[in-house]
């Protein structure tokens, strides 16, 4: 139809903060739960913003929040596991079609090339289309992730509730936390105006039959712990990120 009208398409493998299921579109919602998330718990516990895709986001508070969804727990940690799973999580094994356990992000990766070659097979032929954009807006997650302890203003939209990664992993393992609350100023587009305490009632965000049996997947991998004599959380590789673990090479994550 779209040649008849002089007109050619050129096909987006959409994703905006991972997954729909995470505050913004793209995956499907089993990729979220492959990795041990709770889908419901999501928001209760901080690690996605969710307003948007249930049809609001359109009160002056609520416009523009979503692409915190970026830096929150969920998509965060997605776009870690899809791009290097390999190399931050490698204690996360799924079991593929062949019932070999395999990495996360091999799983996750088959799965998007399988994906894309049905949809190329489909109308890659067809007269109205031009090409294919494979990835639209990539992000890194928490790869060279500089500091567990902030994000970096000029690069990471600072709006509404705006938990650090380590007080989004606290928050996700069920611990209530205070976190930062930014709302618009001139001349900065944002700055600090309080705090507010995220998931009062202490809910995981993951589910107990999940890959890390319902623990936090960063804790899991030593980044870091809670402390039951202090009852504190402690960071314990503040680096972890910046470096290949088990390497010790820099992360490139251009």
Known sequence: MLPSYGLTAFVSIHQDVWSRYSGGSGAPAWTVELAGFDLDALEETGAAWLLGVKGGGHEDAERGVWPTGYSKLAAATMATLFWAGDTFAPKLKIKDKNGNMVSIQQFLQDAFL?????LAQTVGDLEGVLGFEMFNEPHRGYVELQSFHSFDYNTDLHFSYMPTAFESFQLGAGHPT???VYTRSFPLPTRQ????????HGRSAWRPDGPSGG???WELHDVWGWD??????VLLRENYFVKNPATGSKMDGA
């Not at 105006?193 to 009062?200: D, E």
């Not at 039951?228 to 959380?233: C, F, L, Q, W, Y």
Request: with cysteine; hydrophobic share 35%; charged share 25%.
């Open 228 to 233: 039951r004599t202090r009852d504190e959380p």
């Open 178 to 180: 205070s976190v930062a």
């Open 215 to 217: 623990k936090c997947i």
């Open 114 to 118: 399988a994906m894309s070659e049905v």
């Open 193 to 200: 105006t309080s705090t507010a305490i995220l998931n009062p």
